[in-house]
């Protein structure tokens, strides 16, 4: 039997606009304010199709851009974690009062018994909302830093 998709969404609020706070989710700009965070460049850069690859806990995770669209301030990308699990990410960006809305999806599938604990875990709620807010704290100290300066 095949495993269903498993889909958790979360959203924080950057006292930065739009413009300046949608380039640190790209491969390069997410090195602004993610740990660790050091994506080999496969192919392109933020258009569609663009391919990169990351290390995280002792696993690859193979990253393909499935949507960007800079004006919209979204981006989409396709994951596989090597021997765990594969699905979606979705962010988008959008004005809120004088700062930015960021909202951020995870679908994922567990593609071997490893995948299953992996994903139940990524997206139990409350680990999810702890996800976004270690991600809210680390982008906004990073803008304070003058990351992605417009």
């Not at 739009?18 to 660790?36: N, Y």
């Not at 994903?119 to 990073?142: G, K, T």
Request: proline share 5%; glycine share 8%; aromatic share 8%.
């Amino acid at each position: 039997m095949s495993a269903s998709p498993a889909t958790r969404s979360g959203d924080f609020h950057l006292d930065a606009a739009p413009a300046r706070v949608f380039p640190l989710f790209t491969a390069e700009g997410e090195r602004a304010w993610a740990p660790s965070w050091e994506p080999e460049m496969l192919s392109g850069d933020t258009e569609r199709g663009s391919v990169f690859r990351t290390r995280s806990h002792d696993k690859t995770v193979t990253w393909i851009v499935t949507d960007y669209d800079a004006g919209a301030h979204r981006v989409s990308y396709a994951r596989l974690v090597d021997g765990s699990n594969m699905g979606l990410v979705d962010v988008n960006c959008a004005a809120d009062g004088a700062g930015t809305r960021v909202s951020v999806r995870y679908t994922l599938t567990p593609v071997a018994a490893a995948g299953d604990a992996a994903v139940a875990h990524l997206l139990d709620p409350e680990r999810y909302a702890d996800f976004m807010q270690e991600w809210r704290s680390a982008i906004a100290a990073a803008l304070v830093r003058g990351a992605s300066r417009d």
